[in-house]
């Protein structure tokens, strides 16, 4: 069935360190794919987001890559800040069918230390 | 603005009393849905809608009804809540090509079943 599986947290980083979040999908079709950012206390916000393999998004400096071949679209930071402390969440979304449907990770927490 | 707007921001309720959490979007858009968030589970949709009138299951949708009489609402209703529907709710809407896009997500409401 369709799914996202990301890396377990709490991720616990040093200001100005690289970040990796790892995510990788199962999905009928070729879906989009998406990354979101909740803030403590917040909803959620759209971050980046790619609709078709190799595809770059990017924000923020925050990038992640369409990798079709590895049904992977990890989050990468070269340089992360205490700002960017938070819940990040892989998602993907299908095309047609089940359109309406978002499939979310159970979402990585970030914390970040000056 | 545009903008995804739910109410209220946080309900404390007792089990067995029906209640309404109100959905409204100002983007003319044709998909609204709602999803819960819980710790460890990330978010699960439980309705969505496509258009006026035509609505559908989620994940997880036993315990609630939804309906969508106009474009702009999509009301989401527990007719005898119970403790286990204590969590985090969210609406969300996308244009028809949601896929492109995305959900844009309201600020969330925060249920607590006793």
């Known amino acids: 069935g369709n799914s996202v599986t990301q890396m377990e947290g709490p991720v616990t980083l040093s200001e100005e360190a690289f970040l990796t979040i790892n995510c990788t999908y199962t999905?009928?079709?070729?879906?989009?794919l998406f990354w979101y950012v909740q803030y403590p206390g917040e909803g959620l916000q759209l971050l980046l987001k790619?609709?078709?393999?190799?595809d770059k998004g990017s924000n923020k400096g925050f990038e992640a890559t369409y990798r079709k071949e590895t049904t992977s679209f990890h989050l990468e930071k070269g340089s992360v800040q205490v700002s960017d402390s938070a819940v990040y969440f892989c998602?993907?979304?299908?095309?047609?069918?089940?359109?309406?449907?978002?499939?979310f990770g159970k979402g990585t927490k970030l914390s970040v230390k000056p | 603005e545009a903008q995804v707007t739910q109410n209220p921001r946080y309900l404390i309720t007792v089990t067995g009393k029906k209640l309404t959490v109100t959905c409204s979007q100002n983007m003319n858009h044709e998909y609204m849905s709602w999803y819960r968030q819980d710790p460890g589970l990330g978010l699960r949709q439980i309705y969505y809608s496509m258009n006026v009138e035509v609505t559908d299951k989620g994940d997880v949708p036993e315990g609630y009804k939804v309906s969508r009489k106009e474009k702009r609402n999509f009301p989401l209703i527990l007719e005898s809540p119970s403790p286990n529907q204590t969590s985090l709710y969210f609406c969300?809407?996308?244009?028809?090509?949601?896929?492109?896009?995305?959900?844009?997500f309201g600020s969330g409401t925060r249920l607590t079943v006793v």
């Open positions: 999905a009928t079709g070729y879906p989009s």
């Open positions: 790619a609709t078709k393999a190799d």
């Open positions: 969300a809407s996308t244009p028809r090509e949601g896929a492109n896009y995305g959900y844009t």
């Open positions: 998602a993907h979304m299908n095309y047609g069918g089940s359109q309406g449907n978002l499939i």
